[in-house]
């Protein structure tokens, strides 16, 4: 019998592996702020069906409002991503480098919807969303909502604070995180109707650049200058997520999302679950190559939802 370290890892064991890998679930803040579809076609379309309307004093009749009704498509995409490992290496895994390899592999699946989601608010000023507008941008308008803005600037100077756009202090992140909430907030729906006024779960982003000073900025009770931090002060009435995004490259903004409602600010429509391909032992191609490949498809996307949900907030001095 061979010792402990040299026992064969077979083609079932990697493959199990994977799928017990793929059971912990994916990056914990995409579900915060994505709504999840399942698809069952190449492409899905969704319709926004508009606000009902507020309550009217019961004089001459019943009134009924026609819904207002907004639509646009997603079409699925095919991923992959297959590693390859060398037979003789299935008999000798001595320092269980392939358990580290397969579960790399499952750790990428797991993270793609957040590395097409993270893409999607790094293109927020300059892609369309459901109204023909950025998704993030100062001129939004359905209806009777008036023009609306969540693409906003928090200019330091006026409101006091310190450090500087790319490098602020703990109460210029605090403050500006609160502006993004404020300004979710304001908006109205097309019948003029507050819709965020029952809003108290946030999640922010923010580049690695911001990491320190905006957990600071959520958890400290006091700033450096001895003041009283606003953020943990409401405490009760708002509970506000960090997220520390490595995939944004931004030097002076920060994105908030509100993650409380049935509504999200994004969608991640999924066709499959992360699907599990293995070439193994006695496969033709493992007799080929002498070698066996172990992959994951995943068939899906991603898509700009509720911009009414989300603001991006530009740090200014």
Not at 78 to 85: A, C, Q, R
Request: aromatic content about 8%.
């Amino acid at each position: 019998m061979l010792p402990q370290q040299y026992q064969k890892i077979t083609t079932n064991g990697v493959r199990g592996m994977i799928l017990a890998r793929l059971e912990t679930g994916p990056i914990a803040w995409v579900d915060g702020v994505a709504m999840r579809m399942t698809s069952d076609q190449a492409v899905e379309e969704y319709a926004w069906l508009g606000s009902a309307p507020a309550l009217r004093e019961f004089i001459g009749g019943r009134t009924p409002a026609e819904l207002r009704e907004m639509s646009f498509t997603v079409s699925n995409k095919d991923y992959e991503g297959s590693i390859t490992i060398k037979s003789k290496d299935m008999r000798r895994d001595k320092l269980g480098m392939i358990t580290v390899r397969v579960n790399q592999l499952a750790d990428r699946a797991m993270d793609h919807p957040a590395k097409l989601l993270s893409a999607l608010m790094i293109a927020g000023e300059s892609t369309v969303c459901y109204d023909g507008q950025y998704f993030f941008d100062t001129d939004h308008s359905e209806g009777d909502s008036g023009v609306q803005s969540n693409d906003i600037t928090f200019d330091i100077s006026d409101n006091g604070t310190g450090g500087t756009a790319m490098a602020p202090n703990v109460e210029t992140v605090a403050r500006a995180i609160l502006a993004g909430i404020q300004q979710i907030y304001s908006f109205k729906d097309d019948r003029g109707e507050p819709m965020n006024q029952g809003a108290n779960k946030f999640q922010v982003h923010v580049p690695i650049s911001f990491m320190g000073v905006a957990l600071e900025a959520v958890t400290s009770l006091l700033t450096g200058g001895g003041n009283t931090n606003v953020l943990p002060a409401l405490k009760g009435k708002f509970e506000v997520e960090v997220v520390p995004n490595p995939r944004l490259a931004w030097t002076t903004k920060i994105a908030v999302f509100r993650t409380d409602d049935a509504a999200k600010p994004f969608i991640v429509q999924e066709e499959d679950i992360p699907d599990v391909v293995a070439l193994g032992e006695g496969s033709e191609y493992e007799k080929l190559n002498k070698e066996q490949l172990f992959g994951i498809d995943w068939t899906g996307n991603v898509a700009y939802a509720y911009w009414q949900h989300a603001c991006l907030v530009t740090l200014q001095a």
